[in-house]
Nanobody, 125 residues
Framework: QVQLVESGGGSVPAGGSLRLSCAASGYTSSSGSMAWFRQAPGKEREGVAAIYRRGGSTYYAASVKGRFIISQDNAGNTVYLQMFSLKPVDTAMYYC??????????????????WGQGTQVTVSS
C-alpha cells in the first residue's frame, strides 16, 4: 500500500522560505512521477511542481517558476519542494502526489493515483 507523508509546512512572513518533504512508502514505480499540489480555501487544487522519477525532468506552474524547486533523493523515495520568496498568495494546503505511470500531464491531478494528507503553508504579509 502506497503512503505519502508530507512535512515541513508552517507559517512564514512574505519573502521567507520553507522546504516541504514527502516521504513515500510502498511506492515502487520507476515510470511515474511525483508532484506537489496546493489548494487554498475556496479555490481549486492546482499543480505546483512535478518531477519524473526516471531522469528527473521537472515541471513547474508559471506562478512558482523561479521561486520553487522540486527535487528527489537518490532512491526516489522522498521528494522535496524548496520554496523561496514566498508570497501571501502561496498560502494553501500543500499535497504530495504520486503516479504509477507517467501520462504526460504532470501538473494535472488526473495524472496521480496516490495522495498525501497535506501540510499547511501560511505566508503573512
Amino acid at each position: 500500500q502506497v503512503q505519502l507523508v508530507e512535512s515541513g509546512g508552517g507559517s512564514v512572513p512574505a519573502g521567507g522560505s520553507l522546504r516541504l518533504s514527502c516521504a513515500a512508502s510502498g511506492y515502487t514505480s520507476s515510470s511515474g512521477s511525483m508532484a506537489w499540489f496546493r489548494q487554498a480555501p475556496g479555490k481549486e487544487r492546482e499543480g505546483v511542481a512535478a518531477i519524473y522519477r526516471r531522469g528527473g525532468s521537472t515541471y513547474y506552474a508559471a506562478s512558482v517558476k523561479g521561486r520553487f524547486i522540486i527535487s528527489q533523493d537518490n532512491a526516489g523515495n522522498t521528494v522535496y519542494l524548496q520554496m523561496f520568496s514566498l508570497k501571501p498568495v502561496d498560502t494553501a494546503m500543500y499535497y504530495c502526489a504520486a503516479s504509477s505511470l507517467f501520462r504526460g500531464t504532470p501538473l494535472s491531478s488526473g495524472e496521480y493515483n496516490y495522495w498525501g494528507q497535506g501540510t499547511q503553508v501560511t505566508v503573512s504579509s
